[in-house]
């Protein structure tokens, strides 16, 4: 289907969005490539066990996702070069999740097989994909130790605590030749949020006369704060609003809950503990905001929460994160529902202390029936980001975007070439500015960076 209306509204939104915020984000997995049974990944360990402590051995759970190769990659690449070919006559003839699993997704045969294999362990959860690209398994960290021939240790480094196996992951050799990546077998990540301010009802901006339907600007200081709605102005989106509104389109935004860490305290709504897992965002906060800023006679995005891996759900107590992830939710849905109002949003989430982003990325490409609108999803915005790696996870992911005509955005990050900025992510390659996953644009599909 040709890229405009509403798909159009829907990619202005997202770049909006993601020209605004970034939270940078760390993290590690692990690739097969080659036949053995045992084989090197494509991050070594040493990167973050170097000078670490071992504690002692890794007791909790732990939650892992096992990503597969695609079929007929030589054909997948001519039909991807074909969908983005103006002068083909393929040009944008997109097919569905059941044709692309039928084409290039991992046999049948193969997947169950991998399937029972991981079953005869001592699983507490398994997640299976209609696309057959990915197994995730959630096991106490003996299981999992047992499953990749590793032991896994409790490690403290720089006054940071985290597990991570101790050696590179070893598979039956059926099963390792087929593995693209391995994300989950370690926990060392490093997160910051940008806080926004949540302005809508300041003192300034209520005392204020709605400009055409539009909260006027506020100034404070020499700084004039932007809104959602005002972009519908600054770019000219009326223009757009006018011929259609995307009330019938869906998003999805990655990120992670929230966390509360401090001294144990009282709130209205719990009480809460150091560590304690809070929702990604206030429901409240966000409608609340849409009713203030955007004009009456728009339509309301609707906001729904997918929380995997037992993330906590969304609600009051989310304002109490100190991690910034609730900020940075917040924003996300925010923009984007004021610069694609009437459209459907969900924000997929796994918990704060497992940012498993590549789970993410395959559940809102195969969502289970507890969300079937998501199977409708056309755009997929990441507003976070971490040093360049290479996540084949991910490369497999983004081909089937590509074929299904699903546009995938991220932040390219908020510091430039500047090391020296205080919102440089550092680099995994000597003079690299580059951001994953912004950094993983290929000819024919990939993702689009904005910043």
Not at 204 to 216: K, M, Q, S, W
Not at 294 to 300: G, I, R, Y
Not at 311 to 327: F, M
Not at 340 to 355: K, L, M, Q, R, S
Request: glycine share 8%.
């Amino acid at each position: 289907m040709p890229f405009f209306g509403n798909k159009k509204l829907i990619i202005l939104a997202f770049i909006l969005i993601l020209v605004i915020s970034v939270v940078p984000q760390i993290s590690f997995g692990y690739g097969f490539k080659g036949n053995a049974a045992q084989d090197y990944g494509a991050i070594d360990i040493s990167m973050h066990l170097n000078g670490a402590v071992l504690l002692k051995n890794y007791s909790g759970n732990m939650t892992v996702m096992v990503t597969f190769k695609l079929r007929n990659e030589t054909y997948l690449q001519n039909y991807l070069g074909n969908i983005s070919d103006p002068g083909s006559h393929y040009f944008h003839r997109y097919i569905n999740r059941s044709e692309f699993t039928d084409l290039f997704g991992p046999s049948k045969v193969f997947y169950n097989r991998a399937t029972d294999y991981l079953c005869g362990f001592n699983l507490s959860g398994m997640e299976i994909f209609q696309d057959r690209v990915s197994i995730v398994i959630t096991a106490p960290a003996r299981t999992i130790a047992s499953i990749f021939n590793s032991d896994i240790g409790l490690y403290e480094s720089d006054g940071r605590i985290f597990y991570s196996i101790e050696n590179q992951p070893s598979l039956p050799r059926w099963m390792a030749q087929n593995v693209s990546y391995i994300s989950g077998l370690d926990n060392f990540t490093e997160n910051v949020a940008y806080m926004h301010s949540n302005m809508y009802n300041s003192p300034e901006r209520e005392n204020t006369v709605p400009l055409d339907g539009y909260p006027a600007p506020v100034n404070i200081g020499n700084a004039q704060y932007i809104y959602g709605s005002d972009l519908q102005v600054a770019y000219d989106e009326q223009t757009l609003l006018n011929m259609t509104y995307p009330a019938n389109e869906v998003v999805a935004t990655i990120l992670w809950s929230g966390q509360y860490n401090g001294p144990d305290t009282s709130t209205p709504y719990g009480y809460l503990i150091n560590g304690t897992l809070l929702g990604p965002f206030d429901p409240a906060d966000i409608y609340a905001y849409y009713n203030y800023t955007l004009p009456s006679w728009e339509h309301h995005p609707k906001v729904t929460a997918v929380p995997l891996d037992g993330a906590p759900g969304p609600g009051p107590l989310a304002s109490y994160d100190t991690s910034g992830a609730v900020g940075e939710n917040t924003l996300d849905l925010e923009m984007v529902g004021s610069t694609a109002p009437g459209a459907t949003i969900f924000n997929v989430y796994t918990p704060a202390t497992n940012e498993n982003v590549d789970q993410s990325l395959a559940f809102i490409l195969n969502p289970n029936s507890s969300y079937p609108q998501l199977n409708d999803v056309k755009v997929i915005s990441n507003s976070w980001g971490g040093p360049e790696y290479n996540d084949t996870a991910w490369y497999e992911y983004l081909q089937e975007a590509q074929a299904r005509g699903i546009s995938v955005l991220a932040s390219s990050g908020d510091s430039g070439d500047n090391p020296g900025s205080s919102m440089y992510v550092q680099s995994n390659y000597p003079g690299d500015w580059l951001e994953f996953p912004s950094s993983m644009a290929y000819n024919n599909f990939g993702v689009t960076a904005v910043g």
